[in-house]
């Protein structure tokens, strides 16, 4: 049998999709309502399936920001044939997104036992929604929120690309909360942080979604559950970045950090009263 039924499919998908790209935790909310569901938060089949669904989200950012990412992947190709073009800051921003890109690549393959084992718990998800709450917080406040998505650098990339490991290895961080605050402690504005996390985010996850899919298909997770899963992350997470992107243009981050130290603190007590 499979290890997810088509039905909880869904509703993993739909909560993928709306926390992929909030600066809420994707995997801390995945894991608590795995754990709500009964399935086994450390099972590997379980492991790779929150880790396919993920490719739906990133789908959604890849249709909504389409003509952003072939102007990007353009100037590239241009860049490589024509020296010339290589002062273009799309043909820059290509690169730096690739070697951003590197360091969370080398510490998941590195770390793939220690993240799917102990830091995996439910206790560290629910500690690092908090500690990421006052990360997030600290961030938002220290922020100069005066640079745009054009005066973005190497350095910034860099930074903010290497940030993600912190969600990786503390599973209830927030890949997303993680580079935005990165992104504002270096004064880039909300938009632009949130946007800067949107194309960090693709090559990460959906490398991780495609090194997971022969795990998740492999050890008990059958390929319906899969698809469903995928396709109502894909549609959920396409209508929470439109409504990110105009939500972060008026407002702070304060709701976030508020909503993850109350889901972080309400994780605490189901796990001390052996609800979870």
Not at 33 to 61: C, K, R, W, Y
Not at 65 to 76: C, G, L, Q, T, Y
Request: aromatic share 10%.
């Amino acid at each position: 049998m499979s290890a997810i039924s088509v039905g909880q499919a869904v509703v993993l998908g739909a909560v993928e999709g709306v926390t992929e790209f909030l600066p809420v935790s994707s995997t801390g909310h995945l894991k608590i309502t795995e754990g709500l569901m009964g399935i086994p938060v450390d099972d590997n089949a379980v492991v790779g399936f929150s880790a396919v669904i993920q490719v739906g989200a990133i789908a959604a950012v890849l249709v909504y920001f389409f003509k952003d990412i072939v102007r990007i992947v353009s100037a590239w190709f241009r860049g490589l044939r024509d020296p010339e073009e290589r002062y273009h800051h799309d043909y820059k921003f290509a690169w730096w997104v690739i070697c951003a890109t590197i360091p969370i690549v080398a510490v998941g393959l590195a770390a793939k036992p220690l993240i799917e084992g102990p830091l995996a718990s439910l206790w560290v998800v629910a500690g690092s929604l908090i500690v990421g709450s006052g990360v997030m917080w600290a961030a938002d406040q220290m922020g100069g929120h005066k640079r745009g998505e054009d005066d973005t650098s190497f350095k910034d990339a860099m930074l903010v690309g290497s940030s993600q490991i912190l969600a990786l290895l503390f599973p209830g961080f927030s890949r997303s909360g993680a580079t935005m605050s990165t992104a504002l402690i270096l004064d880039l504005d909300r938009v632009a942080a949130t946007r800067l996390s949107f194309f960090l985010g693709i090559p990460a996850l959906t490398g991780a979604g495609l090194y997971e899919l022969k795990d998740a298909l492999g050890t008990g997770t059958g390929g319906l559950p899969l698809v469903v899963g995928t396709a109502v992350s894909f549609l959920v997470a396409y209508a929470s970045i439109a409504w990110l992107l105009r939500f972060v243009a008026k407002h702070s981050f304060n709701a976030f950090v508020i909503y993850r130290i109350i889901i972080g603190l309400l994780l605490f007590g189901l796990l001390g009263a052996g609800v979870l």
